[in-house]
């Protein structure tokens, strides 16, 4: 599979696509609403709201009919996420109560929402844009919060567009499918690796840099498409999976921004941490057979497009990574006043 032409047809849709939404492109960081039942009626509430994104997430849950907060609000700003705690008073109990997450219908993100009965019960409900709410009072099982988890980590991967448009920029340089093959598993290899650090705790990275960085690394495979287009070698064209496993410790910390912020419980995190990442590893994968099936389809149906079409998924790959660089470099910069 020579990718340079026909791949670069193949990526066309996919590299506009990306387009559409620069603003928001590391905006997925979900939230965590967890309530935990103290006695009857009464509630101890735990609200996660993601920071320090370029976007700012403007969503708050909204208190069910019946119920009221007893205690003052305690607000901690920790970094990546405001901590707002209180206690919840429910006459006779939170049991077929809705509760619903307003602003998220106009986000890009989740809320994992968390009840812990006081028999033991435990429910996890995963809000969406699509449904910001849930009506409260059954179990979910561990296959179901194990789910969750694995939805999370898709939807980080295939709505996170700096992530894809530094995947779709590793396809258009490599030159046959084992080179395709190293790379990508050399990228995948150093994203785990970060995930799991970052999760577990034992490192982490400011988000504004490292958003900046993650950008620098888009903008970084702009000039070696354009070598390649030229017929030109480089050292990242040669072994674009060193490359790919580099600038993956970066992506992986990245990733990490959509568990770290949310506080899961210890004993949890394992499983959280696993399941997220094999989301992550669907989108991606999912992401790279679109590609090559495209390129497959057209070379049978002969398909040829106009040089100056081919090259736009290359543009988009060096306009985009330019354009978040220099945002989130202002971002980074107004942060450090």
Not at 132 to 142: F, I
Not at 177 to 183: E, G
Not at 267 to 285: H, M
């Amino acid at each position: 599979m020579r990718t340079p032409r026909l791949l670069r047809a193949a990526a066309l849709a996919l590299g506009l696509g990306a387009l559409a939404t620069p603003a928001r492109a590391h905006e997925v960081r979900p939230g965590f609403l967890e309530l935990r039942e103290t006695g009857p009626g009464t509630y101890t509430l735990t609200w996660k709201k993601p920071t320090g994104g370029e976007v700012e997430i403007s969503i708050a849950p909204v208190i069910p009919e019946g119920c009221r907060l007893v205690t003052p609000d305690r607000q901690q700003l920790t970094p990546g996420a405001v901590i707002v705690r209180g206690t919840l008073a429910c006459t006779g109990g939170l049991a077929g109560k809705t509760i619903a997450i307003a602003g998220l219908e106009t986000t890009v993100t989740d809320v994992l929402v968390r009840l812990h009965h006081a028999d033991g019960r435990l429910e996890s409900h995963l809000l969406r844009p699509a449904t910001p709410s849930v009506t409260l009072g059954g179990v979910t099982s561990a296959a179901e919060r194990a789910l969750g988890y694995a939805r999370l980590g898709v939807q980080h991967i295939v709505l996170g567009v700096d992530h894809l448009l530094f995947v779709l920029g590793l396809l258009l340089i490599v030159s046959d499918r084992w080179t395709l093959v190293k790379t990508i598993s050399s990228f995948t290899v150093a994203h785990s690796i970060t995930l799991a650090i970052a999760t577990l705790g034992y490192a982490s990275a400011p988000l504004p840099p490292l958003n900046a960085a993650i950008a620098l690394s888009i903008l970084f495979l702009g000039p070696e498409i354009v070598r390649v287009w030229r017929g030109e070698t480089s050292f990242t064209i040669r072994h674009p999976w060193v490359v790919a496993f580099a600038f993956g410790l970066l992506h992986g910390f990245g990733f990490a921004s959509g568990l770290s912020s949310m506080g899961l419980p210890k004993a949890e995190i394992p499983l959280a941490l696993l399941l997220f990442n094999v989301g992550v590893e669907l989108g991606q994968v999912a992401f790279v057979l679109l590609v090559v099936l495209l390129e497959r389809s057209f070379r049978v149906l002969e398909v040829r497009w106009p040089r100056a079409v081919e090259q736009l998924p290359g543009y988009a790959v060096g306009t985009l990574g330019a354009y978040w660089t220099i945002q989130r470099t202002l971002v980074l910069l107004a942060g450090a006043r």
